[in-house]
């Protein structure tokens, strides 16, 4: 069935650090892929998404690129911020005929120090 | 646009007991799908609502239940509770043929004891 690997945290970084978490994924046909941030008390916000191959989502400055040839959906970003401190969950949606059930990975928590 | 809204925020139930959460879609979407998210996990899904039927089910026993009424708002109902039933519900909106991705509620904190 449709998965999600996420790289595990907890990650720490120091502000104005390149961040990287990766994300590969399990499905068929051709998802569609997302990266959700959930702030601490909250429900899920849309970061980025990407709806076929090659594609770049990209918002507030984190992008990832959907790589068919590695399933994969790297988050990336040049320089953190203390405000991106969240847990970002990486997600792939199916084909439209099953609607659009996510599945989500496990999360990685990211904690920015000043 | 108010999004999409869920209530209530927290609630504390007994062993046993049967609850029911509720959701409204942010506006113009017409599927409701329910998640289920642990402490420290990635949300899974429960069920999802398109005109007023289930259309897809997770692998959730049938103590979990749900209902999408007409104007597209919904509930969830989960019955004879367990200790394991504890986390965050989230409720999220879309558009049946859309890949513009869900719009998540800011989730039903359901403890039970």
């Known amino acids: 069935g449709d998965s999600v690997t996420q790289m595990e945290g907890p990650v720490t970084l120091s502000e104005e650090a390149f961040l990287t978490i990766n994300c590969t994924y399990t499905?068929?046909?051709?998802?569609?892929l997302f990266w959700y941030v959930q702030y601490p008390g909250e429900g899920l916000q849309l970061l980025l998404k990407?709806?076929?191959?090659?594609d770049k989502g990209s918002n507030k400055g984190f992008e990832a690129t959907y790589r068919k040839e590695t399933t994969s959906f790297h988050l990336e970003k040049g320089s953190v911020q203390v405000s991106d401190s969240a847990v970002y969950f990486c997600?792939?949606?199916?084909?439209?005929?099953?609607?659009?059930?996510?599945?989500f990975g496990t999360g990685t928590s990211l904690t920015v120090i000043p | 646009d108010a999004g999409v809204t869920q209530s209530p925020t927290h609630l504390i139930k007994t062993r046993g007991q049967q609850v029911t959460l509720r959701c409204s879609p942010k506006?113009?979407?017409?599927?409701v799908s329910w998640y289920q998210q642990a402490l420290g996990q990635g949300p899974q899904f429960i069920f999802q609502?398109?005109?007023?039927?289930?259309?897809q089910r997770g692998n959730f026993p049938d103590r979990f239940s749900g209902h999408q009424f007409p104007n597209y708002s919904s509930e969830l109902n989960v019955n004879a509770l367990l200790l394991g039933d504890s986390a965050l519900y989230l409720c999220?909106?879309?558009?049946?043929?859309?890949?513009?991705?869900?719009?998540f509620g800011q989730g039903t904190r359901l403890t039970v004891v």
């Open positions: 999220a909106s879309s558009l049946v043929r859309g890949l513009g991705g869900a719009f």
């Open positions: 990407a709806t076929k191959a090659d």
């Open positions: 609502y398109y005109e007023e039927e289930e259309r």
């Open positions: 499905a068929t046909g051709y998802p569609s």
């Open positions: 506006s113009g979407h017409d599927t």
């Open positions: 997600a792939l949606s199916g084909r439209m005929d099953t609607g659009n059930q996510f599945y």
